[in-house]
């Protein structure tokens, strides 16, 4: 599997966050990989979207990393407890990402290791409930991960987080309105969120 280069990421927002599905995201700690497949993204495009954080260029110390080269990661808290992912797209100093909405683990090894980070406990040991709401959100997702805003700023092309294409192309994207923006008037309308 090839590594995704910084050409992937400095495109068009909405065409990389549907180009997103079915990749692997792998998070090394302490020397393991942690490798999930993406199934759920969203996209965010400061010049015209009120829902992004740099909406209409706004600069700020928690949106700097928006406007960061792309492949770059931007990490930021919500509800002042849940992190969440994003990855830097198009040319730096534009400020727009996708967010890392949703996965499920990309091997055996991963499940089990990414449900002990999110539970405490192997994949198989997992309630249905747990196994219903595993990584089916952006906070949950970095949970498994061990994703904090320390690892904000980190290039996607580095050793410790990073997206592979694992050579496959999705039969079915679908499209929807994105989740928890309806503070974002017109924009939270936009149809840009796709997943399997």
Not at 92 to 113: K, M, N, T
């Amino acid at each position: 599997m090839k590594k995704l280069n910084q050409n992937f990421y400095a495109r068009d927002t909405l065409t990389v966050a549907r180009e997103l599905l079915g990749k692997h995201l792998v998070r090394v700690v302490d020397g393991v990989p942690l490798t999930l497949r993406i199934t759920e993204t969203e996209a965010y495009i400061g010049r015209m979207d009120k829902a992004c954080h740099a909406y209409n260029y706004k600069r700020t110390k928690r949106t700097e990393t928006l406007f960061a080269s792309p492949g770059t990661a931007y990490l930021y808290l919500i509800y002042g407890m849940y992190t969440c992912l994003n990855c830097v797209t198009e040319a730096e100093g534009e400020p727009a990402a996708v967010l890392i909405r949703g996965g499920e683990p990309a091997d055996a090894q991963s499940a089990d290791l990414l449900s002990d980070s999110r539970f405490g406990c192997a994949a198989a040991d997992m309630s249905s409930y747990q196994r219903k709401n595993f990584l089916n959100g952006p906070g949950k997702l970095c949970k498994a991960l061990s994703l904090t805003t320390k690892e904000n700023g980190l290039s996607l092309m580095g050793s410790t987080l990073y997206i592979l294409d694992a050579g496959e192309t999705p039969d079915a994207i679908y499209t929807g309105k994105r989740i928890g923006i309806d503070y974002a008037e017109e924009a939270a309308d936009f149809p840009w969120r796709f997943y399997l």
